[in-house]
């Protein structure tokens, strides 16, 4: 049996920033302490980077995720002076498509190796996961249309609210699927 100790200890760190960027997006509602809310998510980003960088050493696709993920940070800090409008819902699509495909990459190759040691559970919850993941980042890409066709813009802020609630439940069911990886891989 192949050895998957950088993985597990990825995953982990992967897990434990996922929960931290959930509580953090949660936090962001809260007026007075929103600022440290944003601080936070920005130190699990790169909690879960660098877990990311660690599965990578063991499983090919975290190293693409990893690229991408690198990626979609370089188009993030050139939309922000670009704004919103065309260009901006185009930078967003590009960003929404990159994050999916780092969920696929992690839920379908971490998945792999979950079938290859025998913890078939936690493989089937990443297949959930990333079609789950597919169809919020799916109507966020028409969301993300929509809202630039001035007489759709309520219904745009209508699915956003229905997609948020959506994408909340899929990173739940996401750090449930690391947290089974992680106990997997370092059992």
Do not use: H
């Not at 630039?148 to 990173?171: E, M, Y």
């Amino acid at each position: 049996m192949e050895n998957f100790q950088n993985a597990g200890s990825g995953i982990r760190k992967m897990f434990i920033a996922s929960v931290g960027a959930v509580v953090c997006a949660v936090l962001l509602f809260i007026p007075i302490i929103n600022l440290l809310a944003i601080i936070g998510t920005f130190v699990f980003g790169i909690i879960s980077l660098v877990g990311l960088y660690g599965a990578g050493k063991d499983i090919d696709g975290c190293q693409k995720a990893f690229m991408l993920t690198i990626i979609n940070i370089v188009i993030s800090v050139v939309s922000v002076p670009l704004g919103s409008g065309f260009v901006g819902a185009i930078l967003s699509i590009a960003e929404y498509v990159l994050n999916f495909m780092v969920v696929y990459l992690v839920c379908t190759s971490v998945g792999s190796v979950m079938n290859q040691i025998g913890a078939l559970e936690a493989a089937q919850k990443g297949e959930t996961v990333w079609k789950i993941n597919a169809v919020c980042y799916g109507v966020m890409i028409v969301v993300a249309v929509l809202g630039n066709i001035p007489v759709l813009n309520i219904l745009a802020a209508i699915a956003s609210i229905v997609v948020a609630i959506a994408a909340l439940v899929a990173a739940v069911l996401y750090m449930i699927f690391l947290n089974k990886c992680s106990q997997a891989l370092n059992a």
